[in-house]
């Protein structure tokens, strides 16, 4: 993906505003910029059949929260409320996919790219799933990510999807990771992460799952084609297989992340 620094600038704020971030928040803002931009120019899912929608506040800016549903910004830094389609009485996983984490272009990438070559389906989910929660939070995604799916994936995936977010910052040539160029061109080549991310990685590399979570960077690295064509249908029997889906439908159970999903239910809820 071709990145326009001034364009990446004017979306934050300008280089005054960049240059205050710590180096972490520098690397999230870039890759929120690239997830909105690339969902700008690929385009979202279709929904089945004709969706009633449900509109913010006639005078809304911004809705209450901090990730993507509650005030996305698009590539050009210009703010858009989009309305939103009621969820079920018993929402499933794919109708997340559908109504609130679409068009999730990066993701299916990922876990494309991850199916094609050959991954663990435990690693595809982790791909499928890895960036979800930033449209819910977007500061330190990769342990509310893992928080917020523990409850319904195998250990590893959320496992993986935790430690994905430190792993980004540190090579591993044999293992088919390259320090993204972009960092240095944005950044500067003096780029340090915050100690909490120094400290995750180090645990990492010692773990015995270690080459999980590097897969998923892998996977995330290469996952902001403009022009790839994806679709949730290839992963639907992994999901199946590997995610446990509440009978009373995701938001309604009594795990103790459900809250987090009925948050991106009802994103207007005034309380």
Known sequence: MDIDRRAFLASVGGLAVVE??????????????????????????????????????????????????????????????PALAPMSDKPTLIEFFEKRFAPANHVLQSATRALKTGM???IVLACLLHDVVLNLVKVDHGWWGAQMLEPYVPE??????????????????????EYPELYNRIFGK???????I?????????????IDARMVTVNDLYAF??????SIEPFIDIIGRHFKQPK???G????????????????????
Do not use: C
């Open 156 to 177: 590893r995936t959320s496992w993986a999807i935790r430690y994905h977010q430190a792993l980004r910052f540190y090579p591993d040539p044999a293992n088919g990771y």
């Open 252 to 271: 309604n159970d009594g795990s103790p992340t459900a809250h987090m999903w009925r948050t991106m239910m009802f994103p207007d809820n005034p309380l």
């Open 225 to 230: 084609d403009p022009n790839a064509k994806v």
């Open 198 to 210: 120094k400290a995750a990685y180090e645990y990492a590399r010692k773990h015995k799952w270690y």
């Open 20 to 81: 205050a971030l710590d180096p972490e928040a520098k690397a999230e803002a870039l890759e929120h910029y690239m997830m909105e931009k690339l969902d700008a120019e690929a385009g979202g899912l279709a929904l089945d059949g004709e969706a009633q929608v449900v509109a913010a506040p006639a005078d809304a800016t911004i809705r209450r929260g901090a990730g993507s549903l509650f005030g996305p910004r698009g590539p050009e830094g210009k703010r858009a409320m």
């Open 248 to 250: 009373e439908g995701l």
């Open 120 to 122: 663990s389906e435990e």
């Open 190 to 196: 003096d780029y340090e992460p915050q100690p909490h």
